[in-house]
Nanobody, 122 residues
Framework: QVQLVESGGGSVQAGGSLRLSCAAFGATYSTYYMYMGWFRQAPGKEREGVAAINSDEITSYADSVKGRFTISKDNAKNTLYLQMNSLKPEDTAMYYC??????????????WGQGTQVTVSS
């Protein structure tokens, strides 16, 4: 089993920045081998892919966050990050870390964190 624990959410004004972290715990797994991603879900909306990174550190981003968000991982620490800059009110959502899936498709991911709230005020 893999347990994912997110942190770093909060409330910021538009234009501000936040850095989300996701620590992965599990005796036989390493973030090195897993496709990992960040997803978000706003009230009344479906969960959507924000950014993903594979074992070769190839990244993919939703069009809405390209140029503003950066996904990265530290394999030694088994931790995934999401640096979010130039935040907009429409970025407000619960953000989830996930592992064991593919790219930005939520349905294929096997492991999920509990989520961390990001609120951006105008």
């Amino acid at each position: 089993q893999v347990q994912l624990v997110e942190s770093g959410g909060g409330s910021v004004q538009a234009g501000g920045s936040l850095r989300l972290s996701c620590a992965a715990f599990g005796a036989t797994y390493s973030t090195y081998y897993m496709y990992m991603g960040w997803f978000r879900q706003a009230p009344g909306k479906e969960r959507e892919g924000v950014a993903a990174i594979n074992s070769d550190e190839i990244t993919s981003y939703a069009d809405s966050v390209k140029g503003r968000f950066t996904i990265s991982k530290d394999n030694a620490k088994n931790t995934l990050y999401l640096q979010m800059n130039s935040l907009k009110p429409e970025d407000t959502a619960m953000y989830y870390c996930a592992a064991g899936g593919f790219a930005l498709t939520p349905a294929g991911y096997k492991y999920w964190g509990q989520g961390t709230q990001v609120t951006v005020s105008s």
